[in-house]
């Protein structure tokens, strides 16, 4: 028994897709009705168990109301997958000395306090059952500056220490607490919201020859909250195809070592599938 927050579209669609064809049984949390209800028809018409939960993830309530669905419906929890976060269009962010304190808190909230109070109302009832896994969905802003994403850079920041301090203060309840940590993903929004220069850029800087897809993020999620993981707990998983992890003149310089012309990535925006 699983619940996925932002689970109707891009990371969190793919994790609800790969679990329910687990066998896992699945509520759709998420903001986006229609989006969530159509994904559990469709998934339920294949034998799937899954169904939608209307859950604005600034709202309190609707949090502890998705953990409480799951329960009532499948009859306990298992898994959490903190995955929502909150778009730039409802919680802008700018460099520190333009910055209001409106958009600060907003940001935090949507991408910091909401996986608290997730945990907050997920781990009594994983506790009851025996044990369970929490899987933050973090970013690589966590670790390195972004010159003008302060705000959402601290709350993913954030999210790792709380991910450790669940991990360390359940894990004698047999719960385990680990966070994902994307680079850059084609999912719809991103490619809705960033140029293809963008990802172009992205592209040449990642040491495997592709971006991710929201597969490979959720493939690993699935992982961590499965028991293969068993003995991981506390930790911040970076699935980026190597894209931080390497010094700014590495291209050119690999490039040169074999003979070849530097040239940018010939990445096609284009030609990347839309899911």
């Known amino acids: 028994m699983a619940v996925v927050t932002g689970g109707a579209s891009g990371i969190g669609q793919a994790t ?3 679990m329910s064809r687990l066998g896992a049984s699945v509520v759709i949390a998420d903001v986006d009705e229609a989006g969530s209800e159509a994904l559990a028809s469709e998934l339920t018409a294949g034998g799937g168990q899954v169904i939608a939960c209307r859950a604005d993830i600034l709202v309190e309530d609707d949090i ?3 953990i409480e669905t799951a329960v009532e419906r499948f009859g306990g929890l298992d898994i959490l997958h903190n995955n929502a976060g ?3 269009t409802i919680a802008p962010d700018c460099e520190v000395i333009d910055l209001p304190l ?3 808190r907003k940001t935090i909230d949507g991408h910091l306090t909401s996986a608290m109070l997730g945990c907050k109302y997920a781990i009594p009832h994983m506790a009851a059952r025996g044990g369970g896994a929490i899987v933050n969905t ?6 390195y500056a972004t010159v003008d994403l302060p705000s959402y850079s601290v709350a993913k920041a954030g999210l790792h220490q709380l991910t450790r301090e669940v991990a360390a203060t359940y894990g004698r309840d047999n719960i385990r607490c680990n966070a994902v940590v994307p680079g850059a993903v084609m999912t719809p929004r991103g490619r809705a919201t960033l140029p ?3 990802f172009r850029l992205f592209a ?3 040491a495997l020859p592709r971006l991710a897809m929201a597969e490979d993020i959720a493939n690993v999620v699935v992982f961590l909250a499965s028991d293969m993981a068993g ?3 506390g930790q911040a998983i970076e699935v980026d195809g190597m894209m931080m992890h390497k010094l700014p003149y590495w291209l050119p310089k690999m490039q040169a070592s074999r003979g070849e012309k530097f040239e940018a990535s010939t990445f096609q925006y284009t030609d990347m599938p839309d899911a």
């Open 204 to 206: 040449t800087n990642t």
């Open 16 to 18: 609800v897709r790969i």
């Open 196 to 198: 293809p220069d963008i």
């Open 86 to 88: 909150i778009p730039r």
């Open 231 to 233: 003995m991981i707990t």
């Open 102 to 104: 409106e958009w600060w």
């Open 64 to 66: 502890k109301g998705m």
């Open 138 to 143: 973090s970013s690589s802003s966590a670790r």
